[in-house]
């Protein structure tokens, strides 16, 4: 499975930015269907932002509810995640994963990783 994320860049606090991330590879596996964003700030541990498993079930850091929403398109095997008041504690760089234990958010429990793309907020 290769996981590629697009859409990160700079934007000013209470901006928007959308992220996707384009699956390939082996994706016909139903736990392909649990899915994550994951982020790591400089000099910090990696830390999940969001996951989407079955049937829609989502969960969400309690740092970015109500701001950041996360959506799969399965037929394009494409996880997406959208950002919206964004604040310069959510620059990082932002890491999909997929093939995981939904709901975690523990890293740990993702087996395939993107390369990620960085997201920058200025104050």
């Known amino acids: 499975v290769q996981l590629v994320e697009s859409g990160g860049g700079s934007v000013q606090a209470g901006g928007s930015l959308r992220l996707s991330c384009a699956a390939s590879?082996?994706?016909?596996?139903?736990?392909?269907?649990?899915m994550g964003w994951f982020r790591q700030a400089p000099g910090k541990e990696r830390e999940g932002v969001a996951v989407s498993g079955s049937y829609g079930r989502t969960r969400y850091a309690d740092s970015v509810k109500g701001r950041f929403t996360i959506s799969q398109d399965s037929a394009k095997n494409t996880l997406y995640l959208q950002m919206n008041s964004l604040k310069p504690e959510d620059t990082a760089m932002y890491y999909c994963?997929?093939?995981?234990?939904?709901?975690?958010?523990?890293?740990?429990?993702?087996?395939?990783w993107g390369q990620g793309t960085q997201v920058t907020v200025s104050s």
């Open positions: 994963a997929a093939r995981g234990w939904c709901p975690s958010l523990r890293p740990a429990d993702f087996r395939y």
């Open positions: 590879g082996d994706t016909y596996s139903s736990s392909m269907y649990c």
